[in-house]
């Protein structure tokens, strides 16, 4: 089955890190640009973040600039998202996928595939 697995969430305080890895299973992530998304309670998945295949081209959404950082290990097919002076709001189910018609830097979820079960982060003192 083709699909991502990502992990690395926990219960962290506002303003402390973390740093999700979002692993390709059954397949070479290489080609692909990868997007991150997070969904809360009662909201819509929304992008986060991604980053391209070839050149490294990243795109954030205006909610996490300056604070998340996405990269990527061709090597061990793993795309990372280091995130950095986390608030109460960043609490949501953290997902990675891949879009398979090529880089344009958008993060529109139903253009994405390969959705793995996400990874729990919680903000909270």
């Known amino acids: 089955q083709l699909q991502f697995v990502e992990s690395g969430g926990g219960l962290v305080q506002p303003g402390g890190s973390l740093r999700l890895s979002c692993a390709a299973s059954g397949f070479t992530a290489d080609y692909y640009p990868i997007g991150w998304f997070r969904q809360a309670p009662g909201k819509e998945r929304e992008g986060v973040s991604c980053i391209n295949s070839s050149d490294g081209s990243r795109n954030y959404a205006d909610s996490v600039k300056g604070r998340f950082t996405i990269s990527r290990d061709n090597a061990k097919n793993t795309v990372y998202l280091q995130m950095n002076s986390l608030k109460p709001e960043d609490t949501a189910v953290y997902f990675c996928?891949?879009?398979?018609?090529?880089?344009?830097?958008?993060?529109?979820?139903?253009?994405?595939?390969?959705w793995g079960q996400g990874t729990q982060v919680t903000v909270s003192s």
């Open positions: 996928a891949a879009k398979p018609t090529g880089w344009d830097g958008t993060m529109i979820p139903y253009e994405y595939e390969y």
